[in-house]
Nanobody
Framework: QVQLVESGGELVQAGGSLRLSCAAS????????MGWFRQAPGKEREFVAH????????NYADSVKGRFTISRDNAKKSVYLQMNSLKPEDTAVYYC????????????????WGQGTQVTVSS
């Protein structure tokens, strides 16, 4: 069983930056593609970014491309989301998730989820 705990969410002004962290309690996360998703009030959960379990390739939603960067440290069993040039529309609960040996942006493929961390961007 993999447990994921997100941290780093807070209130920030538009144009600012935040770094989200996700710590995994597991023997190893090297076999998992790690992803970030977000859900804004009244909206469905959406894909933000993922970093593949094999090769470390990354993929981003168009809405965050060029502003967000996902990275991972398998030794620390952690994944990060660096968010720059934040916009009010980035306001959401951000979730970390793990997909076993799949490179995917589909939420249904992610079998482990954290509880989420709130990011609020003020205008």
């Amino acid at each position: 069983q993999v447990q994921l705990v997100e941290s780093g969410g807070e209130l920030v002004q538009a144009g600012g930056s935040l770094r989200l962290s996700c710590a995994a309690s597991a023997v190893s996360v090297s076999s998992y593609t790690m992803g970030w998703f977000r859900q804004a009030p009244g909206k469905e959960r959406e894909f933000v970014a993922h970093i593949a379990w094999s090769g470390g390739s990354t993929n981003y939603a168009d809405s965050v491309k060029g502003r967000f960067t996902i990275s991972r440290d398998n030794a620390k069993k952690s994944v990060y989301l660096q968010m720059n040039s934040l916009k009010p529309e980035d306001t959401a609960v951000y979730y970390c998730a793990a997909a076993f040996r799949k490179i995917t942006s589909l939420s249904r493929d992610y079998v482990h989820w954290g509880q989420g961390t709130q990011v609020t961007v003020s205008s």
